[in-house]
């Protein structure tokens, strides 16, 4: 039984059919028999129109779609003159697409039919539903998101923006000026003149909920024109009230630190001077059986100001590391300084520079020589001969030079080479050999780079640094 149904139309109806921009599907009410299809349908869907017609329009639906409740649906919106549906239909290869219809009832050939406009909504519909995702996430974000104006009233926040200001409900905050969420006038004009100036600001302000609590927040705010002129503000406000105090107290105990690194500094040592002074003039004066006394206090007092000498260093590595003040540096004028300082501190060791230094520059600051000299001195302080002998190289690997300080020592236990720089128990406490490599380690780790312990061939400990070329 054949089911095609032969439309008798005109030439006028056949040119204007045709010349439509959009997909027209001509089918029958009653039995959803396709009757009729343009070719911008055809090129649609991808069928050609021999096929199109006598199919049922159910089958050009997408799988998990019920045809015979679809076309029902379309037909009641046909009488209802003009409203649209959205059907997922499939291709002839197979891929689905969405459509927007609007039907409307017509008499063609003396018999009723649905003739229906068919327009290709599939990227729309994506955009429409990328959107929908993103105001779902604006919506549950843990952060205060909000729309303003540029006369300062609201326009739209979302369910954290509502909380985080004590409002009643989302009507509350937004019929509340923006200035009176800044518990300083004159941080609300500057932030708003910052505004007039750049597309984009951050600050943090202390603000005011409409409860009269105050808070830190980080607020962040984009200015745009909207398409209807006028002038929009979005903005973001996370609190970091809890943050901003933290920072307070780790202030505070930078400003006790740097006032126990003065009296370290300048008391301690000042004393422990006068006491080696007066040492030296014990010299003269004592006899044979007081020399061994007298040495051990002169070693003692070199050791507290060497100490005060690393306190020193450390607490200036502390500040760095709160500062963050990384600059390119000159790791080959840094070296040969420290060499030459090491060599001249100790007159019967050998130190000693293999090849070249490359000419490059390295992600540090001024504290990189603390790192080398403390290598240098633990070569030479922890050595079990009389004349030892350390040697200094560099070379350039893939955007990182590795530095790398050789003895002839005793060597370090593999099983103690971690805890040498006092890892996991950092501090005068740890297990370390002493401040020295656990500032080595402080100040390397705070560059981004790495220190590490190899073995010496035939003897001896290999101190590897590795820094990030600026």
């Known amino acids: 039984m054949n089911n095609r149904a032969t439309v008798d139309a005109g030439p006028g109806y056949r040119a204007l059919f045709e010349h439509v921009s959009d997909g027209l599907l001509v089918f029958d009410p009653e039995t959803g028999t396709v009757r009729d299809a343009n070719d911008r349908f055809a090129s649609m869907s991808g069928f050609d129109h021999g096929t199109l017609v006598g199919r049922h329009v159910g089958n ?54 649905v003739l229906t406009t068919v327009r290709d909504v599939t990227e729309r519909k994506r955009r429409r539903d990328e959107l929908g995702r ?101 903005g973001a406000i996370k609190d970091v009230t809890e943050t901003r105090e933290y920072q307070q107290v780790l202030e505070e105990q930078n400003e006790r630190l740097e006032l126990l690194n003065r009296i370290v500094r300048h008391d301690i040592r000042n004393d422990m001077q006068l006491v080696q002074g007066m040492t030296d003039l014990l010299d003269d004066l004592s006899d044979d059986a007081e020399q061994p006394h007298l040495e051990t206090i002169k070693t003692r007092v070199e050791h507290v100001v060497e100490l005060t000498d690393l306190m ?26 420290e060499v030459r300082e090491a060599s001249s501190s100790y007159p019967d060791a050998t130190i000693r520079t293999r090849g070249n230094v490359p000419l490059v520059e390295v992600t540090a600051n001024d504290m990189l020589r603390s790192v080398f000299r403390n290598l240098l001195n633990n070569a030479i302080q922890h050595h079990d001969r009389d004349e030892p002998t350390v040697e200094v190289s560099a070379e350039v690997e893939d955007g990182w030079v590795l530095v790398q300080v050789a003895d002839d020592g005793p060597g370090i236990d593999p099983g103690r080479r971690e805890t040498v720089f006092g890892k996991g128990k950092k501090g005068i406490d740890s297990e370390g050999t002493g401040l020295g490599l656990y500032l080595v380690y402080t100040l390397v780790d705070h560059y981004g780079g790495a220190v590490w312990i190899n073995d010496n061939e035939p003897r001896g400990s290999v101190f590897n640094v590795r820094l990030r070329l600026a």
């Open 312 to 337: 020193d260093e450390l607490m200036d590595a502390l500040v760095s590391e709160a500062d963050d003040d990384l600059e390119p540096t000159n790791l080959s004028f840094v070296l040969d300084r």
């Open 60 to 113: 050009l639906l997408s799988d998990g779609w019920q045809p015979d409740a679809a076309m029902r649906e379309l037909v009641a919106t046909a009488r209802d003159d003009g409203a649209t549906v959205e059907w997922r239909l499939r291709r002839r290869d197979g891929e689905p697409f969405w459509v927007e219809l609007s039907a409307s009832l017509a008499e063609l050939g003396d018999e009723e039919c």
């Open 134 to 234: 993103f105001e779902e996430l604006v919506e549950h974000v843990p952060t205060g998101i909000f729309r303003a104006k540029r006369d300062g009233t609201f326009v739209e926040a979302n369910p954290t923006m509502v909380d985080l200001f004590d409002a009643d409900a989302k009507v509350d905050l937004l019929s509340t000026p923006v200035e009176e969420i800044y518990d300083d006038a004159d941080d609300f004009r500057a932030f708003f003149d910052a505004l007039a100036e750049r597309d984009m600001v951050t600050e943090k302000i202390r603000l005011r909920t409409l409860t009269g609590d105050t808070f830190w927040g980080l607020i962040t705010v984009c200015r745009f024109e909207g398409t209807d002129g006028e002038t929009y503000l979005d």
